[in-house]
């Protein structure tokens, strides 16, 4: 995305298309929608046209909006924290799948 967005680690956002792009087949993501809590980058869209013509994007064009959702406390331990393995906090670059180093051996 263009814009980088973060939520405290008492709040996640969500991922949303926008309606009218929607229909004409536009798909913003495919699973990864959420924002969790802590977070702060700039999102990777999961891009696809399901309908039966093409869909002209421009620079800077809106094509998905935001969601957010506070929690009802903080989270434990937030996306970021060195006691995890947040593959893609503060990421500022389309970044692919880092699956794999879900099974890294750790040292």
Same mark, same amino acid.
């Given at each position: 995305?263009?814009?980088?967005i973060?939520?405290?680690?008492?709040?996640v956002?969500?991922?949303? =298309?926008?309606?009218?792009?929607?229909?004409? =087949?536009l798909?913003?993501?495919a699973?990864?929608?959420?924002?969790?809590?802590g977070?702060?980058?700039?999102?990777t869209l999961?891009l696809s046209n399901? =309908?039966k013509?093409?869909?002209?994007?421009?620079?800077?064009?809106?094509? @998905?909006?935001?969601?957010?959702?506070?929690?009802?406390?903080? @989270?434990?331990?937030?996306?970021?924290?060195?006691r995890?393995?947040?593959?893609?906090?503060? @990421?500022?670059?389309?970044? @692919?799948?880092?699956?794999?180093?879900?099974?890294?051996?750790?040292k």
């Amino acid at each position: 995305t263009y814009e980088k967005i973060g939520v405290a680690d008492d709040m996640v956002g969500r991922l949303e =298309g926008k309606s009218s792009l929607g229909r004409l =087949g536009l798909i913003i993501h495919a699973t990864a929608g959420y924002l969790d809590p802590g977070n702060n980058l700039k999102l990777t869209l999961e891009l696809s046209n399901i =309908g039966k013509l093409p869909i002209k994007l421009y620079y800077k064009m809106p094509i @998905a909006q935001m969601s957010f959702t506070p929690l009802s406390s903080k @989270a434990e331990i937030p996306y970021g924290d060195k006691r995890i393995n947040s593959k893609y906090y503060g @990421a500022e670059e389309p970044q @692919a799948s880092m699956m794999y180093k879900n099974f890294k051996k750790k040292k």
